[in-house]
């Protein structure tokens, strides 16, 4: 059974960086799309970055790119989100989830994904 596992989350001021790691277990990684979702509080779940697996590419939410980058190491099956320029609407819990889809108009639709992790809290303060 495929399972992911986030990591990296915490409390940083505006203007600072986090990096947070997805492991994914269970599957062969290379087969599966690994992307970024966050919610904060009162919020629908939002797309943040993903990567499909078939040929690469990578897509971003227009909030986050340039700021965001998200790569993938497939010696240890893992995906990071490099989050630089931190600001305080930033602050979410944020999921990785796997697909093995690979369709770009559906890739960054929440429900394009069937395994998700357990969320790991970012918070930026002012």
């Known amino acids: 059974q495929v399972q992911l596992v986030e990591s990296g989350g915490g409390l940083v001021q505006a203007g600072g960086s986090l990096r947070l790691s997805c492991t994914l277990s269970?599957?062969?990684?290379?087969?599966?799309?690994v992307g970024w979702f966050r919610q904060a509080p009162g919020k629908e779940r939002e797309f943040v970055a993903t990567?499909?697996?078939?040929?690469?590419?990578?897509y971003y939410a227009g909030s986050v790119k340039g700021r965001f980058t998200l790569s993938r190491d497939n010696r240890e099956n893992t995906v990071y989100l490099q989050m630089n320029s931190l600001k305080p609407e930033d602050t979410a819990v944020y999921y990785c989830?796997?697909?093995?889809?690979?369709?770009?108009?559906?890739?960054?639709?929440?429900?394009?994904?069937?395994?998700w992790g357990q969320g790991t809290q970012v918070t930026v303060s002012s």
């Open positions: 990567n499909r697996w078939s040929d690469g590419s990578l």
């Open positions: 269970g599957g062969t990684f290379t087969r599966y799309s």
């Open positions: 989830a796997g697909t093995r889809g690979t369709d770009s108009s559906r890739i960054l639709l929440v429900d394009e994904y069937v395994y």
